[in-house]
């Protein structure tokens, strides 16, 4: 397959990231690295999510936290950002209201997704960027009809940074306005465009669990979307799909990272890694990099904190 028939795919991950993990980069490493290896897709980025404040689970920290120590564990990564959006709403957003927010902003700003780029997005508007103008993004000046595979990969990447915040100061972080004028958007017809859902197998198995998640939503995040899973724990995969009749249904669309099944990755949480911090065990190195360790640190997150 050429470049321009695979399916370029977009990894988002949500969660509450209460703290980020190595695990958690190393899921997104994995499920490129499988996707890759499938000769069907070409994996362009990948999006950290975190969860609003008003989820409500207990010890979860403070979105401002949160989002800087997702930060500094990508900012060696240059393919995984980190995206506000979520925690910037005015409450708590489902896992498939995210999925289409960035669906629908990615079909404004890149074209790549069949459908009337000039639609105007259906998810709340953020706020507009601070000290920018507002400007198109891409215009049909100087480029030709028909983009070869490398100047559509560049386009999509190029948009993708600057959709996901691509290194902000933590202090502050830029947006794109979707209420900006975009001008005359590129239509990337050449290309499939996908976003996929990335999660562990924990996620998977909560699908099984009966009014948990609303089954409306379920059915547009697997069958719309789609599902990339990296297992945890040597979950049995097989086994959690057949307990849903909507993951039966559209079992196909689930795509089940299959590398090495004792990876020492696959045992790393976040609560493994609250309990290290709050017994002042020495293996959180090994559950969190550095410059998240230090930022917790100084700032006395989770150490007295339960949960």
């Not at 902003?105 to 998810?123: E, F, H, Q």
């Not at 559950?287 to 930022?295: G, K, M, T």
């Amino acid at each position: 397959m050429t470049e321009t028939t695979k399916t370029h795919v977009i990894l988002l991950a949500c969660g509450s990231f209460n703290p980020i993990t190595k695990g958690h980069i190393q899921m997104f490493e994995r499920a490129r690295d499988y996707l890759h290896k499938t000769g069907r897709f070409i994996v362009i980025g990948g999006i950290v999510s975190p969860v609003h404040d008003s989820y409500g689970k207990q010890g979860l920290v403070s979105s401002r936290h949160r989002l800087i120590m997702c930060q500094l564990a990508v900012q060696n990564s240059d393919w995984i950002r980190v995206d506000p959006w979520e925690c910037y709403q005015d409450t708590w957003q489902t896992t498939c209201s995210v999925l289409e927010h960035h669906r629908d902003l990615m079909k404004r700003v890149t074209g790549c997704i069949l459908s009337n780029v000039n639609t105007p997005s259906m998810t709340p508007v953020i706020g507009q960027p601070q000290n920018e103008t507002s400007q198109p993004i891409y215009q049909n000046s100087n480029v030709p009809t028909k983009p070869t595979a490398a100047k559509i990969l560049g386009k999509v990447g190029e948009s993708l940074s600057r959709i996901c915040c691509a290194r902000p100061p933590v202090e502050r972080f830029t947006f794109v306005d979707e209420n900006a004028n975009l001008g005359t958007v590129m239509r990337y017809e050449e290309i499939e465009l996908r976003i996929l859902l990335l999660c562990g197998s924990d996620l998977l198995e909560s699908f099984c669990i009966p009014g948990l998640w609303n089954e409306a939503d379920m059915e547009v995040i697997v069958g719309d979307f789609g599902i990339v899973v990296v297992p945890r724990d040597a979950a049995d995969t097989d086994r959690i799909m057949n307990h849903s009749s909507i993951l039966r249904k559209y079992k196909n669309n689930i795509m089940v990272v299959k590398d090495d099944v004792n990876h020492p990755m696959s045992v790393v949480s976040s609560t493994k890694s609250r309990l290290a911090l709050q017994h002042g065990d020495g293996h959180v190195v090994d559950y969190l990099s550095q410059p998240v360790i230090d930022y917790i640190l100084q700032s006395q997150l989770y150490i007295n904190t339960s949960g």
